[in-house]
């Protein structure tokens, strides 16, 4: 059970299979808008079938301890994006990447920064105990440096040639933010 830190509701909860349609719909509906920040994607990753059998996969990982896959959620509780704790990593290390997107039509609004702090403090560093979480951007992606830079992720690198994104391989600023309880 998630519990509230920072007073403030949560903008996630663990992604279903009830949420495959609206998935479906938010990456048909936002192809062209993501497609700069992500892998080429075939089209079944644009089906209902293709989203179906991704969410099963996370829930499948999740159930294993490696994954945290969620939903991100507007004021109104609707389903506007998704955000993962991935590569969850035990032992000494206590660690994961994140990773998330909102839709073009949620951008914005503070959607992706209460997401993000929601994920990092409730669930990575509350719930699960991790001490660090890591996150990557596109050098260019100004956007979602900002948010990872209000929820206090602080960068410190450059992987060059890190992720093979719209068919290249591009450099990517890396940002982490440690478990302040630790401190």
Same mark, same amino acid.
């Given at each position: 059970?998630?519990?509230?830190?920072?007073?403030?509701?949560?903008?996630?909860?663990?992604?279903?299979?009830?949420?495959?349609?609206?998935?479906?719909?938010?990456?048909?509906?936002?192809?062209?808008?993501?497609?700069?920040?992500?892998?080429?994607?075939?089209?079944?990753?644009?089906?209902?079938?293709?989203?179906? %059998?991704? !969410? @099963?996969?996370?829930?499948? /990982?999740? $159930?294993?301890?490696?994954?945290?896959? *969620?939903? +991100?959620?507007?004021?109104?509780?609707?389903?506007?994006?998704?955000?993962?704790?991935?590569?969850?990593?035990?032992?000494?290390?206590?660690?994961?990447?994140?990773?998330?997107?909102?839709?073009?039509?949620?951008?914005?609004?503070?959607?992706?920064? %209460?997401? !993000? @702090?929601?994920?990092?403090? /409730?669930? $990575?560093?509350?719930?699960?105990?991790? *001490?660090? +979480?890591?996150?990557?951007?596109?050098?260019?992606?100004?956007?979602?440096?900002?948010?990872?830079?209000?929820?206090?992720?602080?960068?410190?690198?450059?992987?060059?040639?890190?992720?093979?994104?719209?068919?290249?391989?591009?450099?990517?600023?890396?940002?982490?933010?440690?478990?302040?309880?630790?401190?």
């Amino acid at each position: 059970m998630t519990r509230q830190v920072d007073g403030a509701p949560p903008r996630t909860r663990l992604v279903s299979l009830a949420d495959v349609p609206v998935l479906a719909e938010l990456v048909r509906a936002n192809r062209t808008f993501m497609a700069p920040y992500e892998p080429p994607r075939s089209e079944e990753y644009f089906t209902e079938a293709g989203q179906r %059998a991704l !969410v @099963r996969g996370l829930l499948t /990982q999740y $159930a294993q301890d490696r994954t945290v896959p *969620h939903v +991100v959620l507007d004021e109104d509780g609707a389903v506007v994006g998704r955000i993962t704790l991935n590569e969850v990593v035990r032992g000494p290390f206590q660690s994961c990447n994140l990773g998330y997107w909102v839709a073009e039509q949620a951008g914005g609004r503070g959607l992706a920064t %209460a997401a !993000v @702090r929601h994920m990092t403090q /409730q669930v $990575a560093f509350a719930d699960l105990g991790l *001490h660090r +979480v890591q996150a990557g951007t596109l050098v260019d992606n100004l956007r979602s440096q900002r948010v990872l830079e209000k929820n206090g992720f602080v960068r410190f690198g450059l992987a060059q040639r890190y992720l093979r994104i719209a068919g290249q391989w591009r450099d990517h600023v890396l940002f982490q933010l440690l478990n302040p309880v630790e401190d």
